[in-house]
T-cell receptor, first 112, second 116 residues
């Protein structure tokens, strides 16, 4: 069974630009979660999508947004990038009725 | 107060010893708890989860949950150098519609080093 995949692995942007990060969940998983892991701040919950709907959102500004497609893949968009958005962005997926979230390898975003 | 707190590290144990990792949480609505291991530069990988009071064992790993004390722990028996990593404790929020619903709230992690 293939794991969660994310693209790109690395992304370099300049301040003010927009970044788009992509995630494909494990086959059969319908929920997708996005987390930010910034240096010194630990893993912070960003967004949760399930069946195409946003179910919960972390304490992040509206310039962090996303969506889930009919095939359950997901996209995270970060607008008006700021230097402090530099972090590892992790996607996780979960099968309905199960507890565990499985993480992808992450996208490392660097904002210059 | 942080929602999930882990014992301060780093923790260093000799090979073959028992490593004990601890975690406390403040949200009594948390439904289940997870231990992830994260190697440097890699993403978290699940070790085990627990949702009932008591112990749960999986190979060299034992998770313990005490909901009354709001305490979760992970014991690693016969520690190996390959166990050297950051260990993350996370709680999953329960109440639908609440701010913690469904999400994992992570502690800051404990760095474990197992030396030969």
């Amino acid at each position: 069974e293939a794991g969660v995949t994310q693209s790109p692995t690395h992304l370099i942007k300049t301040r003010g630009q927009q970044a788009t990060l992509r995630c494909s969940p494990i086959s059969g998983h319908t929920s997708v979660y996005w987390y930010q892991q910034a240096l010194g701040l630990g893993l912070q919950f960003l967004l949760w999508y399930d069946e195409g709907e946003e179910r919960n959102r972390g304490n992040f500004p509206p310039r962090f947004s996303g969506r889930q497609f009919p095939n359950y893949s997901s996209e995270l968009n970060v607008n008006a990038l700021e230097l402090e958005d530099s972090a590892l962005y992790l996607c996780a997926s979960r099968r309905e009725g199960r507890e565990t979230q499985y993480f992808g390898p992450g996208t490392r975003l660097l904002v210059l | 107060q942080k929602e999930v707190e882990q014992n301060s590290g780093p923790l260093s144990v000799p090979e073959g010893a028992i490593a004990s990792l601890n975690c406390t949480y403040s949200d009594r609505g948390s439904q289940s708890f997870f231990w992830y291991r994260q190697y440097s530069g890699k993403s978290p990988e699940l070790i085990m989860f627990i949702y009932s009071n008591g112990d749960k064992e999986d190979g060299r790993f034992t998770a313990q949950l005490n909901k009354a004390s709001q305490y979760v722990s992970l014991l690693i028996r016969d520690s190996q150098p390959s166990d050297s990593a950051t260990y993350l404790c996370a709680g999953r929020g329960g109440d639908a519609g609440g701010t913690s619903y469904g999400k994992l709230t992570f502690g800051q992690g404990t760095i474990l080093t197992v030396h030969p």
